[in-house]
């Protein structure tokens, strides 16, 4: 079992910046991809950026340029710096995990709020 949970959520104005962070405990050892997810209201719900073990990165193309993952396997913890903010950003970005089973983890999400 693997729990997550997202912090750094919160408002902000567009062009401003936001890290959020998500916190991996339980059998973290075996975790393959960590991703950050987002879901609009009314939209489905969208890869932002994904990191690999080995730290290959993939973007959505609305955030290239923009939004920044990392993560630090030592500490079982991914990130998301999010520069350049718009309102089209506003979003609960949920942080999910992969292992190497297949089998996947979310966490509860945490409400990000750009306002123009």
């Known amino acids: 079992q693997v729990q997550l949970v997202e912090s750094g959520g919160g408002l902000v104005q567009a062009g401003g910046s936001l890290r959020l962070s998500c916190a991996a405990s339980?059998?973290?050892?075996?975790?393959?991809?960590m991703a950050w997810y987002r879901q609009a209201p009314g939209n489905e719900r969208e890869l932002v950026a994904r990191?690999?073990?080995?730290?290959?990165?993939k973007y959505a193309d609305s955030v290239k340029g923009r939004f920044t993952i990392s993560r630090d396997n030592a500490k079982n913890t991914v990130n998301l710096q999010m520069n350049s903010l718009k309102p089209e950003d506003t979003a609960v970005y949920y942080c999910?995990?992969?292992?190497?089973?297949?089998?996947?983890?979310w966490g509860k999400g945490t409400l990000v709020t750009v306002s123009s």
């Open positions: 999910h995990a992969t292992m190497v089973n297949g089998i996947i983890y």
């Open positions: 339980g059998s973290t050892f075996s975790t393959n991809f």
């Open positions: 990191i690999s073990s080995g730290g290959s990165t």
